[in-house]
């Protein structure tokens, strides 16, 4: 394998964009990025995007997006209908092909125009689950549901989890959600998709991020500490929600073996857009909360741009990695209903 | 064996609140107040019209507004006979794809005012607008555009918008 590491990262998250569209979200992300390694998007050997057009509601917005790039004279480039982390999974395999050494990766999302849960619901099976139009908030009730009634996690565990992004993501400018609030306070919020309160589902946020990966002696070239990625692995589980054991995640503990996740990283950014998945997660991947920094960014509960929050998590771990603050780093990011699709990735700081 | 299902319907309706973005939203706005305004990108200089987010070529956010005139040229367009559904026009008719004076790229409208088989590239055309009154935020105010008495266009002018 070529060795691949992460040499700029650059993002954008709020509330609600309500002035500008998806391409002058970023545009300037994209520059941010481009600026401390010296090169244009033109000196990329790859760019690929990840996003969804069901979110701009718009037929090839993808194409649109483009715009932001600057794709003339004419760029090699492919796009994933998925979030970022997995069109950064592609961007890892075209640069095995070893042709070249640059990839840019991008993601953009505004969850605001639509109603996102139920946008979401059309990413179900649409034979017989989606014409019920189950929302992306009422299945991932049903996942916390099991696995509260399972015994393997209590509504305390919920709280926890919520009051450590909290309390994390108020180191974090991008986040939406932070603060000093403890459980018993989050307790006693009332429910809002039994047994989630509201605090347990992400907030509606518009986004964008890009992530630059580079190989070998080029990554070394512009990053004086370039942030290797060791091992990435993506799986699947079964489409149906109600044909598997939600309060477990396989997909996401065979992508971790085959990524080769190390005993007790320093860090673990985990894409989780609900607490219940947090802890499904955290127990897939065998980690452990005493001797690893569970999101240190407050992961999707403090920020969630649908098809952004994945390669956010790679972002952020790059930055904590890139500037000293851990050595390695454990990255997951997912897509479908209940956690289905999950992707694991490895990352080590070269110094 | 029973007949197979072939097909079902499961009825899909969602709502957006679009936010054309700020450069689409400038031209909305000069559009309403019956002016025609172009972008014009600061690193090929190419001007747009309508401009949205930035340059598709250069990826750049728009620097300098252009204004843009009522005159253009043709550069190419095509002869419809087929009507579509929420379209009310009489066949066949032609759709133009017009470079406006001032503009770098072309702009897709109604061309009215002479028939089908006297339409050619090159030829030189006026916008109509549609009455003050109506001028919303659209492209729309513009109704058709119709020849005007003027030499055609040379081909060099417009041969990078065909």
């Known amino acids: 394998m070529r060795d691949v590491a992460i040499v700029s990262f650059a993002q954008h998250s709020q509330r609600r964009e309500d002035t500008r569209n998806e391409v002058e979200m970023l545009i300037p992300v994209i520059r941010e990025a481009l600026e401390p390694i010296g090169l244009t998007s033109q000196d990329m050997g790859f760019t690929v995007s990840g996003s969804t057009d069901y979110l701009a509601g718009q037929a090839f917005a993808f194409v649109q997006a483009l715009d932001a790039v600057g794709p003339w004279p004419p760029i090699s480039e492919s796009h994933v209908e998925m979030d970022g982390a997995f069109a950064l999974y592609e961007a890892w395999v075209r640069l095995q092909s070893g042709d070249i050494d640059t990839a840019l990766v991008y993601s953009f999302g505004k969850s605001s125009p639509g109603d996102v849960a139920r946008v979401l619901a059309l990413q179900l099976e649409p034979y017989l689950l989606g014409p019920l139009w189950p929302d992306a908030v009422s299945l991932a009730a049903l996942q916390a549901r099991a696995l509260l009634d399972s015994g393997k996690a209590t509504e305390k565990d919920l709280a926890r989890v919520v009051s450590r992004s909290r309390k994390n993501a108020q180191a974090n400018p991008y986040a939406q959600l932070k603060g000093d609030i403890d459980e018993a306070a989050l307790l006693d919020e009332p429910l809002y998709a039994d047994p989630l309160r509201k605090h347990d589902v992400p907030p509606v946020s518009d986004g964008a991020a890009v992530l630059i990966l580079a190989a070998g002696d080029r990554a070394r070239e512009l990053s004086s500490n370039p942030v290797w990625i060791r091992g990435i692995d993506h799986r699947i589980d079964i489409q149906s929600p109600g044909s598997r054991d939600l309060t477990v995640s396989p997909s996401t503990t065979l992508a971790a073996k085959k990524a080769g996740v190390p005993k007790d990283p320093d860090i673990a950014e985990l894409h989780a857009p609900f607490s219940s998945q947090e802890l499904i997660l955290i127990e897939a991947l065998g980690l452990d909360e005493t001797r690893t920094s569970i999101n240190p960014s407050g992961g999707a509960l403090a920020a969630n741009a649908v098809m952004v929050a994945g390669l956010q998590r790679f972002g952020e771990a790059f930055n904590r990695i890139n500037k000293g603050d851990a050595r390695n780093a454990v990255v997951h990011a997912t897509s479908g209903p209940c956690l289905q699709q999950n992707l694991v990735a490895v990352l080590e700081g070269s110094n | 064996m029973s007949e197979p299902v072939t097909g079902i319907t499961t009825p899909i309706r969602m709502e957006y609140r679009y936010t054309p973005g700020r450069t689409t939203s400038d031209f909305l706005k000069a559009m309403k107040g019956g002016r025609m305004e172009g972008r014009r990108c600061p690193s090929c200089r190419k001007v747009y019209f309508p401009a949205r987010g930035g340059c598709s070529m250069c990826g750049r956010e728009f620097a300098e507004t252009v204004p843009i005139k009522e005159t253009g040229t043709l550069a190419t367009f095509a002869v419809v006979n087929v009507n579509f559904a929420n379209r009310v ?30 339409v050619r590239m090159g030829m030189r055309v006026k916008a109509h607008w549609i009455p003050k009154e109506e001028w919303d935020y659209s492209l729309a105010n513009i109704d058709y555009v119709e020849p005007i008495d003027e030499p055609d266009a040379e081909y060099d002018s417009y041969k990078d918008l065909v």
């Not at chain 2, 470079?99 to 005012?113: C, H, I, K, S, Y």
């Open chain 2, 89 to 118: 026009i009489d066949l066949p008719y032609v759709t133009a794809e017009v470079v406006f004076d001032g503009a770098d790229t072309t702009t897709m409208v109604l061309l009215r005012g002479v028939s089908p088989e006297e």
